[in-house]
Each structure stands twice: as structure tokens, then as C-alpha cells.
């Protein structure tokens, strides 16, 4: 009580924290008539005035006001829009590293041009983040203008850029592009084997556009670059066979966590079905032997029972695309991680690819955490507010409306079933459209937009539909959801980044009517003529109560809901929004009150009658809720064991960048093949045993293999002074000798080259295997709670011994790889073409893909540069032609000596 009534005599914080704001806004103000009486050439040098003044020491603060000031000035003269004190107070917030939540319409694009040229002046580029390629071109395209009139360069990443092209994107003062392509930009950068070709350069400052989109919403998913292995196309066909012949009895499905396990009849039934086709090795389908199949089982449920056709995923040329759940939009490219595309796709009955082996991986917590200074804008971000502060560090600031908010925000509906409830929807929808105002609908999935359009057809309703299905239309379709009449449904509209103007859109009309007729006076007076149009329409639409935004379905986060109400009522206009609800929803079926208060539901709603109470919206409101704490755990889980990768992630990055810039590794090499022969003689001449008690003959086979000699340490052991220091030092001189006198074979700059290959190539190779091993940890180790650990604890635990395991295998593998080659100085063979690296952003709790990246245009091509030099193994001659004589000479892990592409161990090394 007391909380409520100091807030009404001082106001909340953050209406003081605004308030505080009103100095800088009039000394913004004071610069504007000096400004103002500039021409276009002097206003432009004021960019040149104010780098000056950094370089004499002056902090961006101090400059703030004055290029605040001069952001607007050139806003008025190139994009004829003048900022309003709000969004200067926005610009404030951004600059400081905040987050600015700003109602829809309340021109957040303008609002980043404050901050983003105020942080490029210093030079060190400033990366602007939106969620979707469209967005990207558009704002560096618009907004660009204002920048390159005040002389700063502007770069946009998008995809099938080249390296050349993306470099000097990055290279700009301000670079636009989305969060997937920034992110693959650097994962793709630490696997090139050359610094010259790596395209980013050190962060500096990200801003980030529908950052609650971005930061929250994505960061439930790590960003992933795999590689192809193995195809087993025909295993997944069989274990699809098997699963579509299950009944719903033989498992138990958990829709929250989108899993699902077998009962013990259904493993009966299924171990008898897959002995029948030949997949089970024994008669226990949990033996070792079967774990491959009990995989390839797992994901054939889940594809089969817990992924949808036209809800998560549609059939497209032969193809499955991911349907994005956050966007409603199609995903080409992308696919679902570990096995899940695979299974689909045998489901389905298209053509299956191979499975990908993770190669790189980041959380985008991680990676804008890079950020010196990161900030972000977004219409909805206060329910999140302490998730933003517990990992990012930054607050969320609500910035006041420029106009009064007057939409009306209506009590839910409550019906028994959604048919009812889509023919209330249908009828209303009529009704509002009759009367002339314009309709807009959101929905959950393509599956209910077209149900929903099937319903309006029935009542004869012309509409347009904005799901996945038509995404190439998408921005001309919002655009003009604001007309007279106009009915849209849309799949979710959060990030679609186009105001929705009542009476319509002036810009799109024109592209959209008038795209061949050319430049002159006939096209200037169509284009007047469409204005008044717009501006009759708008004053109608106005009359009949501005736009009516209608959910039809409330989703798990309030966020979301929020988001769509906001397209009405932007800039002060009328609107009126409404959700309508059914017992059959999703939120309510799964996350809703318990089954008591359903069936009492069910029995007191007649068939079409509706109930709406303050008390349901308020349980509504609290499975929300439940639902966001949950998502949040989860968030933080992947946080959580993404920071021990992470920790492990920045030391191989950091080594490789060392290792590029190095002018020679010679040191590395050499303490690597002393640190190999330490432990070798260490492991058979332990401390305080007599050498009687040596395990000679294990130190012999292990040198031989290692290090390709044969010291003579038989003799040795005859000497009275013998122990273990002293066969150390006379092996390090001997394999110090055996390199110094490969090396002399070849030019220094040539050796040089030759070392840092080898140590990248090794360093890659472990990191990769380290990966999947993490990857398989990461899915097994929650099972230690059984025991009584907690999972985390156990993984740090094992990820750290796992991790030194690496280093030495790299050290072992780098000493070895050099005592072996062999050189031949002649010209090399062309390089082979690498495969494509599939880019994924999947959830590795539910395998959905949450990437907003459309057209797949991340995949493609790493480019690395391999130095001119053909090293060569020991082939079967060199070794002997029995395989047999192999064991113990050939390391486990390196490609087998018989040609076959395949490792050792796997090939004539199986045991």
C-alpha cells in the first residue's frame, strides 16, 4: 500500500530515471539553431570536428549532446523526420548500454541512429543487429543515408556474401546484419587457417533490435557449424517402419519438455519388432551393442509423435523446412541437429541427408557477452527485466510515448472448443470489416491461420493469409493491413518491422502500382493522387476505430501477446484488441489449471457460448507465467553449461590466433615434443623404481610410434648412473637432432609454415572430436541425479578432465605428425573442396530450430588456406603389407595407412 502510494506522489524509478534525462534534452535542444544555420558541407564536418576532439582526449559523453543534435539535423534534411525528445531520450539509453523498451511506432529505427553514430566515431564499428536479412538492408539502406551524409561508412552482412565482401562490410564504421550471421561469422573465422581471411575484427559495440527476440527468445538455442559423416539413410527408413507400427499405449509423452519414452510393454513390443528386421544384436534392446539403434529409435518417436506436419516443419520441393516457432516463418537450410532432420525426413518419405558432426558451437549468450558494450530496443522487454540484468548486466528503461497510447484492451473470451471459437472469431472478424475497420489476426501456427482462413471463407470474408508459406510477400502484406476493411492473418508478428499505417502504406503502394511507370510529372501526379487516397482512407478508418487487433490464441509469453496488440494504437491512433480462448488451446491444455476446473468448464459452456471474466484472464496471465519461469531455467541451463565450453572455447581460439600470428611456433613445437617424451619415459620409469622394474620394452614401441626412433637403451641401462632424468635428456637430444635435420631439408619461411599447419590442423581436428564428446556428456549426465550429484557439477568436472585429455592428445599427435613426414618439394596437389558446412541453431532440449535466417544463405563454404606443402604419412609399404604388423606404429586416431579415408581404430586398428 505504501509502495503504491509513494509511487503516486513521486513516481516509479524508472519514471524518475526519465525525468533525470531533462538537462541533456534542453542542451540537446541549445545546439539545434547553430545546426540549423549550417549548410549541407558544413554539417557534414562536424564528424571531422568531433573525431578530432576524441583524439585530443575528450570522453563520448562530453560530445553527446552536440552530436545528438546533429544526428537529428541531418535526419531532418536527408529523411525529412525530425526526432522527438522521446526518442532522443531512447538514443540516451542505448548509449549508456541499456535496453529501451518503445511502444510500436514509436520509431526505434530512428532512435539507433543517435547511438550507432555517437559510437562510430571513436572507429572501432559499431554492429547493429536485426532480426532478419530484409530488415538488415532495409535499415542499413535508410538509415544509411543519414550516416553517409555525415561521412561514416555503412556495410550490411547478408548472405552468399564472399569473404572479400564481408571483410569490408566489417570493416565499415557501422555494419547491419543479423544476430545468425554475426555469430557464424565468428565461429567461421576461428576454423580459417589463415588471419589474413578471417573477416571480423575486435568488437567494439553491438546494438540490438528486438533484443528481447534475440537475447531471450534465440538464446534458448546455441548456433552450431557441423559437417557431414556417415550416411545411414537405409537405418533410419527401417526404425521408421518399426515406430509407425507402435499404438499411443506402448509410450508416454511429456508435450511440455517434447519428449517421449517407451512404457515396458512398448520396449517388449518394440525389441520384438526390431529382431524381426535384423536391427537388434541379442535379445536386450539397452545393451551396448544397440545404442546406435536406440538413438535412431528415440528421434523416430519424436518425429513421428511429437513434430507436426505444417506446425513445426512443411514439405517443400521434396524437402523438410523448419518452420520457425517465434516467427512463423520458413527456415530453408537449416535442420534440426543429432539426428531429428534424418528421422523426419524418413517420416515424411522424402530423400535423407546425412547426419552433421558439430564442428563450432555458441550461445548467443556467450557471444554477445563479447561486447564491451552491448544494448539493445524493443516494444516488449519489462517482463524480462531481471533475466536481461541476471545475464547480460543491463537494465531496461521504458521510454514514455511521444502521443498518449488510446487503444482499448478488451477482457478475453472464453469458449468450450476452438470450433467454436473460430466461428465467434469468423463472425466478429465480419462485423468489424463490414463497418469498415481493418482486422488483424494473430495466430500460432500456419495450421490454425489456415483453418482460421477456411472459417472466413465460409462467411465470406476477403482476407489475406502471412504465415511461412508466403513470407516472400510479407512486408507489402502488413503494410497494408491498415486499410479500410482489410482483414490479415498473421503467424506471429514479432520482428516483421513494418509499420502498420492506417489508411495505408504510401511508400508500398507506390512500389507495388506504379513499379513501370517511369520518372516525370505523370508519375509525380499518380503518386499525389495516391496520397489523398491514403489520407480519405485513414480519416474513415479513423471514423470507424482504427485497427482491431485479435489474437486468437494466447501464446506461452506474454511478450509475444504484447507484441501484436502493440501494432495498434501506434502514435496516439484509436484501436481496440481482444484474445479469444478455448479449452483446446495449447497454453491451457499443457500449462493451464489442473483438469478439475477444465471439466467444470466443459460442462457449464454451452455449445457457442462465450464467458469472460477478470478472474480467467488472471490464470491465463499465471500459465504464463509458469511457462516463462521454465523457459528462463532452461535458458539458464544452456547458459550454464555453455560457460564451461566457453571457458574451454576462448583458450583453442586464442591458441589458434597466437599460432597465425606468430612469426615462427618453433618454441610450441619443441616444448610439445618435450612435454611427449617426459611422459613417455615417465609412464615406463616411475619415480623412486629401480630400472630393473622399467617397463622397457613398452618405452621402445611407444618411441618408435611417436617419435620414429630407436635409441639405444639397452646400452643405456649397462651405465652404473643410470635413472630416468637421464634417458629423458638423451631421447629430448636425440628427437631434437631427428627434427633439426628435417628441418634443414627445407627453406625456413617453408618450415616455419610447415609447423603452424600441422599444430592448426591437429588442434582442429581434437577440437571437433572434443565437441561431439561434450555433446554426448552434455545428453547423458543429467542420469548422475540419480545418485544424488547435481549434473552440472559432474559435467565441469568431466568436461575439464576431457579437456586435458585433448591437450595432450594435440601434443602427442603434433610431435608425431612431425617425426613421421615425410617432404617432397614439388608442386601440391590442388586442395581438395571442402563439404558444405550446414549452419544450425537448434534447442538441445527440444531439437527445434530456432534460427530466423530464411533462405539458408549462411551455408556454404569455409574458406581456409592450407600452406603449399605435401605432407606424407607412412603408407603400407613403408610399414610392412601385413596390417597386422601395423599395431603399435600407426596412432589409433590417425587415418589408416590402407587408404581408406577412415581412422585406424575404426578400420584395420578394430580390436
Avoid at 531481471?386 to 531496461?396: G, L, P, R, S
Amino acid at each position: 500500500m505504501f509502495g503504491g502510494l509513494a509511487k503516486s506522489l513521486f513516481g516509479s524509478s524508472n519514471d524518475r530515471y526519465v525525468k533525470s534525462l531533462d538537462p541533456v534534452l534542453r542542451k540537446i535542444a541549445s545546439f539545434e539553431p547553430v545546426l540549423q544555420a549550417m549548410d549541407d558541407a558544413t554539417l557534414a564536418n562536424q564528424t571531422v570536428l568531433f573525431r578530432e576532439r576524441l583524439a585530443n582526449g575528450e570522453k563520448l559523453d562530453a560530445i553527446m549532446p552536440e552530436a545528438f543534435a546533429t544526428v537529428r539535423e541531418a535526419s531532418v534534411r536527408v529523411l525529412g523526420m525530425r526526432h522527438f525528445d522521446v526518442q532522443m531520450v531512447g538514443g540516451i539509453v542505448l548509449h549508456r548500454g541499456e535496453i529501451a523498451e518503445m511502444r510500436t511506432g514509436e520509431g526505434k529505427t530512428l532512435v539507433a541512429t543517435l547511438a550507432v553514430y555517437l559510437n562510430a566515431l571513436p572507429g572501432d564499428g559499431v554492429h547493429v543487429i536485426t532480426v532478419n536479412d530484409y530488415l538488415a538492408a532495409r535499415d542499413a539502406e535508410w538509415m544509411g543515408r543519414v550516416y553517409r551524409f555525415l561521412g561514416l561508412t555503412v556495410g550490411t552482412i547478408i548472405p552468399n556474401l564472399t569473404d572479400e565482401q564481408r571483410k569490408a562490410a566489417y570493416d565499415s564504421d557501422i555494419t547491419y546484419g543479423t544476430n545468425n550471421e554475426f555469430g557464424f561469422d565468428y565461429l567461421r573465422d576461428n576454423m580459417k587457417y589463415d588471419r589474413a581471411s578471417m573477416v571480423q575484427r575486435a568488437f567494439a559495440m553491438a546494438i540490438v533490435d528486438e533484443v528481447d527476440s534475440v537475447l531471450i527468445d534465440e538464446a534458448r538455442t546455441p548456433l552450431i557449424i557441423s559437417g557431414p559423416t556417415d550416411d545411414k539413410s537405409e537405418l533410419y527408413m527401417q526404425v521408421d517402419v518399426v515406430v509407425k507400427q507402435l499404438d499411443e499405449a506402448d509410450y508416454e509423452k511429456d508435450e511440455k519438455q517434447k519428449t517421449i519414452v517407451l512404457t515396458e510393454d512398448g520396449t517388449e513390443k518394440i525389441e520384438r519388432m526390431l529382431e524381426a528386421a535384423g536391427l537388434l544384436e541379442g535379445q536386450n534392446l539397452y545393451d551396448f551393442e544397440n545404442t546406435q539403434v536406440v538413438h535412431h529409435l528415440n528421434q523416430a518417436l519424436r518425429a513421428n509423435v511429437m513434430f507436426k506436419l505444417d506446425t513445426d516443419y512443411i514439405v517443400k520441393d521434396g524437402k523438410i523446412v523448419i518452420i520457425d516457432e517465434f516467427t512463423g516463418r520458413m527456415m530453408d537450410g537449416r535442420r534440426w541437429s543429432d539426428g531429428l532432420h534424418q528421422a523426419v525426413e524418413a517420416k515424411e518419405g522424402v530423400q535423407i541427408e546425412p547426419e552433421n558432426q558439430t564442428m563450432a558451437s555458441i550461445t548467443f549468450q556467450n557471444y554477445f557477452r563479447m561486447y564491451p558494450k552491448l544494448s539493445g530496443m524493443t516494444g516488449t522487454a519489462a517482463t524480462e527485466a531481471a533475466e536481461f540484468f541476471d545475464i547480460y548486466k543491463m537494465n531496461v528503461v521504458t521510454i514514455p510515448t511521444n502521443k498518449p497510447v488510446s487503444r482499448v484492451d478488451e477482457e478475453d473470451e472464453f469458449y468450450k472448443d476452438t470450433q467454436d471459437k473460430f466461428r465467434a472469431i469468423a463472425k466478429k472478424i465480419r462485423e468489424h470489416a463490414q463497418n469498415g475497420q481493418p482486422v488483424l489476426v494473430g495466430t500460432v501456427s500456419i495450421e490454425k491461420s489456415e483453418l482460421l482462413s477456411e472459417f472466413l471463407n465460409q462467411e465470406g470474408v476477403d482476407h489475406s493469409v502471412l504465415n511461412a508459406r508466403y513470407h516472400e510477400q510479407e512486408a507489402h502484406i502488413v503494410a497494408q493491413a491498415g486499410r479500410l476493411g482489410a482483414v490479415t492473418i498473421a503467424t506471429n508478428m514479432a520482428g516483421r518491422g513494418t509499420d502498420i499505417q492506417l489508411g495505408g502504406n504510401l511508400e508500398f503502394r507506390v512500389e507495388d502500382e506504379l513499379k513501370t511507370m517511369p520518372e516525370g510529372p505523370e508519375r509525380d501526379a499518380a503518386i499525389d493522387a495516391i496520397r489523398r487516397e491514403i489520407e480519405a482512407e485513414k480519416a474513415r478508418v479513423l471514423e470507424a476505430g482504427g485497427l482491431f487487433v485479435l489474437g486468437t490464441e494466447r501464446h506461452e509469453s506474454r511478450r509475444i501477446d504484447n507484441q501484436l496488440r502493440g501494432r495498434s494504437g501506434r502514435q496516439g491512433d484509436p484501436g481496440l484488441s481482444r484474445f479469444y480462448l478455448s479449452l483446446d488451446d495449447d497454453l491451457l491444455r499443457i500449462f493451464g489449471p489442473d483438469t478439475l476446473f477444465a471439466k467444470m468448464m466443459r460442462n457449464n459452456i454451452g455449445d457457442g457460448e462465450a464467458i469472460g471474466s477478470k478472474w480467467l484472464t488472471k490464470a491465463i496471465e499465471t500459465a504464463q507465467k509458469k511457462v516463462e519461469a521454465r523457459n528462463y531455467d532452461v535458458r539458464k541451463q544452456v547458459v550454464e553449461y555453455d560457460d564451461v565450453m566457453n571457458d574451454q572455447r576462448k583458450v583453442i581460439y586464442e591458441q589458434r590466433a597466437a599460432i597465425m600470428d606468430a612469426d615462427t611456433v618453433g618454441d610450441v613445437v619443441d616444448d610439445m615434443r618435450a612435454e611427449t617424451v617426459n611422459a613417455i619415459v615417465g609412464d615406463a620409469c616411475p619415480p623412486g623404481s629401480y630400472p630393473e622394474q622399467w617397463n622397457v620394452e613398452g618405452m621402445k614401441a611407444r618411441l618408435a610410434e611417436i617419435l620414429n626412433m630407436e635409441p639405444p637403451i639397452d646400452e643405456w641401462l649397462k651405465e652404473e648412473a643410470v635413472d630416468p632424468e637421464m634417458v629423458t635428456e638423451r631421447v629430448q637430444a636425440e628427437a631434437d637432432a631427428s627434427v633439426a635435420e628435417k628441418s634443414a631439408e627445407l627453406e625456413p619461411d617453408t618450415w616455419i609454415q610447415v609447423e603452424k599447419s600441422i599444430l592448426l590442423q591437429n588442434l582442429d581436428h581434437h577440437w571437433k572430436e572434443h565437441l561431439a564428446t561434450l555433446d554426448a556428456l552434455r545428453q547423458v549426465v543429467h542420469l548422475r541425479a540419480y545418485a544424488q550429484k547435481t549434473p552440472i557439477n559432474e559435467y565441469k568436472q568431466e568436461a575439464f578432465a576431457l579437456f586435458q585429455r585433448m591437450l595432450d592428445a594435440i601434443r602427442e599427435d603434433v610431435t608425431k605428425t612431425i617425426a613421421h613426414a615425410q617432404f617432397r618439394m614439388q608442386a601440391p596437389p590442388p586442395m581438395p573442396d571442402l563439404p558444405d558446412f550446414i549452419t544450425t541453431h537448434f534447442d538441445p532440449f527440444t531439437g527445434e530450430d530456432n534460427s530466423n535466417d530464411i533462405d539458408g544463405g549462411t551455408l556454404g563454404l569455409v574458406q581456409t588456406q592450407l600452406p603449399p606443402l605435401q605432407i606424407v604419412q607412412p603408407g603400407p609399404m613403408e610399414l610392412g603389407e601385413d596390417p597386422a604388423s601395423w599395431e603399435g606404429v600407426v596412432s589409433r586416431n590417425a587415418p589408416c595407412p590402407c587408404g581408406s579415408g577412415r581412422k585406424y581404430k575404426h578400420c584395420h586398428g578394430a580390436a
